[in-house]
């Protein structure tokens, strides 16, 4: 475990020195024309130790956090600064490898246990908890026939809730960084994915978000923030907007504060706010 987090951060400092070339050559991206500042705001206390997803509160500029794979079943709320306001028991679940969080119209928070670096899980997951009830979501991918897979193409870490679904992302090890969207329904049962779209996407992918206004979408990884524009409802790759460089080390959850900026947690438990120009 030791060597393998080593790794992660060697690897994580690497990809965010990238720049956003290859994706403007690529997949249509443009450099973020507005302007944009970054700023920590705060760090977590070390109860927090991997923060791997973020979903907005009850509270404006408050937000759910948890912890990676091993931690608690907990979801913490947060403020800006870092400081824990409440915890949350997430009752009868797991932490294997708990990933990300998502929220819907309807204040269920979802938590995506389907972290999969080893590509061998048969038992990928989502927690649909509200009020102390939690219901689960099992799922698998339909083109995945071997344990471990050959190819690691079967990672997940990013996800978001818009219209009744659940819009998941892949985290793409392989060397075509061909990041892929799945769908499936934001109710208990278990289901077969397949790939959507894809979209080629350099940096691996750690977390996603959708705006409250329900016009764009965000992608995290390590080093960027990938920008994409909802049209007709559609969630999809075709109308790629901007690609943000962050490098801020290990990057692994992010959330929208509003229409337009960020917040944003890394693996080393800093908090950092991303204000665009409206």
Known sequence: MFLYKFYMFLFSLKIATCNCHSEIQKSGFHKAKSAYTITQTGRMPTCINESSGLAKAWQENYYWTINDSGGNTELYMIGEQGRVFDTLFVNDSKNIDWEDLAKDDKGNIYVGDFGNNNQNRKDLSIYKFRNGKTEKITFHY?????????????????????????????????????????SLLDREGDYALLPEESIFLKSPITSADVSPNGKEFALLSYG???????????IDFSKPK?????????????????????????????IYRVNRKR
Request: charged share 30%; with cysteine; hydrophobic share 35%.
């Open 142 to 182: 339909a083109d995945q026939n071997h344990f471990p897979a050959k190819d690691k193409i079967f990672d997940c870490e990013a996800f978001f809730w818009f219209g009744g679904k659940l819009y998941l992302f892949s985290k793409d090890w392989s060397i075509k960084h061909q990041t892929k969207l799945y």
């Open 242 to 270: 901007s690609c943000i460089k962050v490098g801020r080390n290990q990057m692994e959850a992010i959330a929208y504060v509003n229409d337009t900026d960020l917040v944003m947690t890394n693996e080393q438990r800093k």
């Open 224 to 234: 960027k923030i990938y920008i994409f524009e909802i049209s007709s409802e559609k």
